[in-house]
T-cell receptor, first 112, second 110 residues
Framework: NAGVTQTPKFQVLKTGQSMTLQCAQD?????MYWYRQDPGMGLRLIYY???????DKGEVPNGYNVSRLNKREFSLRLESAAPSQTSVYFC???????????FGPGTRLTVT | EDKVVQSPLSLVVHEGDTVTLNCSYE??????LLWYKQEKKAPTFLFML????IEKKSGRLSSILDKKELSSILNITATQTGDSAIYLC??????????FGKGTHLIIQP
């Protein structure tokens, strides 16, 4: 049982390039989330999906798009990467406790 | 706007000391407050506090929810170097229960 998996673990992009971060969960949860984490800023929600086929903007959605392909998978796309998007990205899905988030291992993205 | 504020943002203590980390929250439809520990990778769950479960303890760590003051504390006694981490507070309420504080970076010196 892998829980929440993310790929890739590391990525370096040049400004203007595009890429998709993949996330999958095997816990059969309806909700999935994408966060970014920057030093001194904590975790900030980019987008979330309450159920298959639905997505909603979070706190910092600009420059990102998401796709909830099916119940298992929730991808995050950067269409034209910018240095301000250098960050660590976490995908999450609900845990057992009310409000608990279970996190994937993270993707460290550097945009030069 | 939902808000979770943690203090201090960073803290350096010596091994064996006791530390108290603070978290205050202002969220609509509050359901729970959660504490996470983050070392090098993803955050891991520590405690969940709700209106019906305002105090939790696990070993040297304990946490209390003050519903009147809309705040919570995380206590760590007899600290060890392995307690060095970022401690995140997260409110399980609001629009979709998704508000995190900025975290407290705790460093335990030998």
């Amino acid at each position: 049982n892998a829980g929440v998996t993310q790929t890739p673990k590391f990525q370096v992009l040049k400004t203007g390039q595009s890429m998709t971060l993949q996330c999958a969960q095997d816990m059969n949860h309806n909700s999935m989330y994408w966060y970014r984490q920057d030093p001194g800023m904590g975790l900030r929600l980019i987008y979330y999906s309450a159920s298959e086929g639905t997505t909603d903007k979070g706190e910092v959605p600009n420059g990102y798009n998401v796709s909830r392909l099916n119940k298992r998978e929730f991808s995050l796309r950067l269409e034209s990467a910018a240095p301000s998007q250098t960050s660590v990205y976490f995908c999450a899905s609900p845990g057992l406790a009310i409000g608990e988030q279970y996190f994937g291992p993270g993707t460290r993205l550097t945009v030069t | 706007e939902d808000k979770v504020v943690q203090s201090p943002l960073s803290l350096v203590v010596h091994e064996g000391d006791t530390v108290t980390l603070n978290c205050s929250y202002e969220v609509t439809n509050f359901r729970s407050l959660l504490w996470y520990k983050q070392e090098k990778k993803a955050p891991t769950f520590l405690f969940m506090l709700t209106s019906s479960g305002i105090e939790k303890k696990s070993g040297r760590l304990s946490s209390i929810l003050d519903k009147k003051e809309l705040s919570s504390i995380l206590n760590i006694t007899a600290t060890q170097t392995g307690d060095s981490a970022i401690y995140l507070c997260h409110s399980g309420g609001g629009a979709d229960g998704l508000t995190f504080g900025k975290g407290t970076h705790l460093i335990i010196q030998p």
